[in-house]
């Protein structure tokens, strides 16, 4: 969605790439503060997370401003 490397997240977010890495494979679960920083990063890049509204919870790009 971004183009975002893993290493660039991790550097944004503060935590290690072979953490995350171990997230996406499911080897260890993120702490509370390790999600929270990992989105504010997203949110940072452009990322806007979309409550649950009927349809799920999911993800789209934040629309620039004009």
Not at 16 to 28: H, I, P, S, V
Not at 33 to 62: C, Q, S
């Amino acid at each position: 969605m971004l183009g975002m490397k893993r290493e660039e997240l991790a550097r944004l977010a503060g935590v290690a790439a072979a953490t995350l890495a171990d997230f996406e494979t499911g080897k260890r679960q993120p702490h509370p503060r390790t999600l929270a920083a990992i989105r504010a990063a997203l949110e940072d890049a452009g990322v806007e997370f979309i409550p649950e509204n009927g349809g799920g919870p999911g993800v789209r790009l934040r629309k620039e401003a004009s």
